[in-house]
């Protein structure tokens, strides 16, 4: 079976980012991530950045993540707070993404949002230490006495999120149809692998 939409989580310094974007240039389909923040931005006339800073601030409480997928299933957003309402924003953007067709979904709890369509094949990206180090400090020139610092920072804020709106673990690799380690494979090994499944 050919799939239409690749969802990717990714460790931070992976490279997953540049594997969604590499992977959607040669398939000639778009990549979204930021562009996702960007609608959701432009419906509410905020910030990305606010946006972000309320994807950090999401609780990680149960009675938050039932809440909020209650909400989810009706479409209510009525008592939500704000990181409840940022995260269905985000949800029907990216529902709405995919109707114009094939793409790839950086993060954001994409495959959530299309858990219901067909085609769709759910990825995490992780990668060792030194792989994750070395591209942390290549792509983002943060330097070395950060660079630990920095990379638990977006991880545990990509977990905190997902667990939030999915009751899931973020690196709780059944969750994902493919698991892909990108210090062994390379980037380009993975756009390979995940190439065969487009195209």
Not at 39 to 49: L, M, S, T, W
Not at 57 to 80: C, E, H, I
Not at 182 to 191: H, M, P, Y
Request: aromatic share 10%; with cysteine; charged share 30%.
């Amino acid at each position: 079976m050919k799939y239409q939409y690749i969802t990717i989580e990714r460790e931070f310094g992976s490279g997953g980012t540049r594997i969604g974007e590499l992977l959607a240039k040669e398939c000639k389909m778009p990549c979204y991530g930021r562009e996702i923040l960007e609608r959701v931005a432009g419906k509410y006339d905020i910030p990305v950045e606010q946006i972000e800073q309320y994807e950090e601030g999401v609780t990680n409480s149960f009675l938050y993540t039932v809440f909020v997928m209650s909400k989810a299933q009706s479409g209510d957003m009525n008592m939500l707070s704000d990181e409840g309402k940022v995260y269905l924003a985000e949800q029907a953007a990216i529902q709405s993404l995919a109707h114009n067709g094939p793409a790839v979904f950086m993060g954001h709890c994409a495959s959530e949002a299309l858990k219901d369509r067909k085609g769709v094949v759910k990825v995490f990206i992780h990668a060792d230490d030194a792989f994750k180090q070395k591209r942390i400090q290549e792509d983002y020139q943060i330097s070395p006495n950060r660079m630990e610092f920095v990379r638990k920072k977006y991880d545990k804020k990509r977990a905190n999120y997902y667990r939030a709106n999915t009751m899931k673990r973020w690196d709780d690799y059944r969750n994902y149809d493919i698991v892909l380690n990108s210090g062994e494979l390379g980037i380009e090994g993975c756009v390979k692998v995940l190439k065969g499944l487009l195209v």
